[in-house]
């Protein structure tokens, strides 16, 4: 198993209630969007937040990665709403 630190950002955050938590990833989530699937079978809170009815952004170690990027031990994941310009 990996050891990951994951963190939440924005409405995520807030509607979650804690802002970051260390997940041992099995060893069949290798993506971004495997990631997704495993944290929204957490239950319904989570399913709304990471189905893909919603669009959440996510980066690995600080940069910006799509749903294909590839999760390894040790990394640090951030999910986050998209940001919009005004």
Partial sequence: ???I????????KESLNYSTEEIELPSDIETIAELKVLLAQR???WANLFSDK?????AINH????ND???KSGDEV???PPVTGG
């Fill in 1 to 3: 198993m990996s050891l």
């Fill in 5 to 12: 630190k994951v963190f939440y950002f924005a409405r995520l």
């Fill in 43 to 45: 239950g319904e809170t």
């Fill in 54 to 58: 919603q669009t959440v952004r996510a």
């Fill in 63 to 66: 940069t910006l990665v799509d």
């Fill in 69 to 71: 990027a590839r999760i």
């Fill in 78 to 80: 951030a999910f986050f």
